[in-house]
């Protein structure tokens, strides 16, 4: 077991929306971008204090690699922030939270 500290000080989901609804033309790293500014910004968090991201993603497809990293990078995260996409389908954001 690591004797470093893991704090979880905010967190954010991106909205959910049905098939080829409102957020159909909405790319998914796009609306992790979003989420992940929100969560920043609830906790009054600097983007350069953050080490790490883990970011569930039901369908990855299209996508291209690492969404994680795309959607700290678009949330003004530094590019040294770790960054980590689950892929679990329905499970992936509990298997997200249970890594954290």
């Known amino acids: 077991m690591s ?22 033309d909405a790319k998914s790293t796009d609306l992790g971008a979003t989420a992940v500014k929100a969560a920043l910004e609830r906790a009054g968090l600097d983007p350069n204090k953050v080490e790490q991201i883990i970011m569930g993603c039901v369908l990855p497809a299209g996508l291209g ?3 994680a990293r795309q959607a700290g ?3 003004g995260l530094p ?20 890594m954290a």
Do not use: H, W
């Open 65 to 67: 690699q690492a969404p």
């Open 79 to 98: 590019i040294s922030t770790e960054a980590t996409t689950i892929n679990k389908m329905c499970g992936s954001g509990m298997q997200a939270a249970m």
């Open 3 to 24: 004797a470093d500290p893991v704090v979880i000080v905010s967190y954010a989901r991106t909205p959910m929306g049905g098939f080829q609804g409102a957020l159909s």
């Open 73 to 75: 990078m678009g949330a």
